[in-house]
């Protein structure tokens, strides 16, 4: 059974700073892993999506990376500002393909 | 990318009483799924909801509490009946497009609701 894991709960760093967000997966047979944002009492923003063949993907200031023999991607976040504050969650399909799992989240906080 | 518009937004509904939430898909999806996220939470996923057939529920969600409409490729509504205090949470709804697990999943903007 698929179980995905991100660690810190929660990180406060002061802007203008680089930093990485962690996401550990227990079965590396997956179809791809997506990074999502949700700001607080709203829904979902999906940020990236790494496909399983895939190493890593970029967005602007984000890089995803994805090492499917260690079960890890990260979130790096360039230059980081205080809009960039919410949290975010990794998930990805599990290996029957019939539903997502979740990661419990990372809450970023951006100070000015 | 596709668009959920879910509705309401927010609610704050009596004890005893029904809600019914709906979201519509700008394109038509094969899955969609209804989630719940408790204050503080992660999502914990409620059911799995495909067209033309009995949604799917997850342990410890059934469909009496739960009933999910999925009515068509573009639409679905999950009913949080005979509600709780406890049913407070914020409820969601996403879906894969027609080329499933290979594209991306999206939500749509959730549904806070309050019970008193």
């Known amino acids: 059974k698929q179980e995905v894991t991100q660690i810190p709960a929660a990180l406060s760093v002061p802007e203008g700073e680089n930093l990485v967000l962690n996401c550990s997966f227990t079965d590396s047979a997956i179809y791809n892993l997506q990074w999502f944002r949700q700001d607080p009492g709203k829904g979902l923003t999906s940020l990236l999506l790494i496909q399983s063949s895939q190493r890593e993907q970029t967005s602007g200031r984000l890089n995803a990376s994805l090492d499917k023999s260690s079960g890890r991607s990260t979130l790096y976040i360039a230059a980081s500002q205080p809009g960039d504050s919410a949290t975010y969650l990794c998930a990805l399909p599990d290996s029957s393909a019939s539903k997502i799992i979740f990661g419990s989240g990372t809450r970023l906080s951006i100070r000015p | ?116």
Request: negative net charge; glycine residues 6%.
């Open chain 2, 1 to 116: 990318s596709a668009v959920i518009s879910q509705k309401p937004s927010r609610d704050i509904c009596q004890r005893g009483t029904s809600l019914t939430i709906q979201c519509q898909v700008d394109s038509q999806v094969t899955m969609m799924f209804w989630y719940r996220q408790q204050p503080g939470q992660s999502l914990t996923l409620i059911a799995t909801a495909n067209q033309g057939s009995e949604a799917t529920y997850e342990s410890g969600f059934v469909i009496d509490k739960f009933p999910i409409s999925r009515p068509n490729l573009t639409f679905s509504t999950l009913t949080v009946s005979n509600m709780s205090p406890e049913d407070s949470s914020i409820y969601l709804c996403s879906a894969y497009p027609l080329e499933g697990f290979s594209a991306e999943a999206f939500f749509g903007q959730g549904t806070r609701l309050t019970v008193v």
